[in-house]
């Protein structure tokens, strides 16, 4: 889905098949890191143009904490690979 999502007319379209709560499942605890990392890439990638409809997700702001975590994981693999 992230490969789609990369592209600024698709992101509309992936949160409108309901991409959403998959992603959100994904930053659950029980997931690997790295599917985790993933999740949180993808909605970051697409609230550049659903922020709304990310926000709107209960599981979004339940798993905050994964989250960010994930978020700042994503960070530290981007300055590694610097």
């Known amino acids: 889905m992230n490969a789609v999502a990369v ?3 698709n992101k509309v379209k992936v949160v409108e ?8 499942q994904l930053l ?5 890191e790295t599917l ?7 909605l970051w990638m697409l609230a550049f143009k659903c922020r709304d409809s990310i926000l709107k997700q209960p599981a979004c702001l339940d798993g905050r904490y994964s989250l ?9 693999m981007y300055k590694k690979r610097a």
């Open 7 to 9: 592209v600024d007319d």
């Open 17 to 24: 098949a309901g991409a959403l709560p998959h992603y959100t």
């Open 28 to 32: 659950s605890p029980e997931r690997d």
């Open 36 to 42: 985790q990392t993933e999740a949180a890439r993808g």
């Open 68 to 76: 960010l975590t994930c978020c700042c994981n994503v960070k530290i």
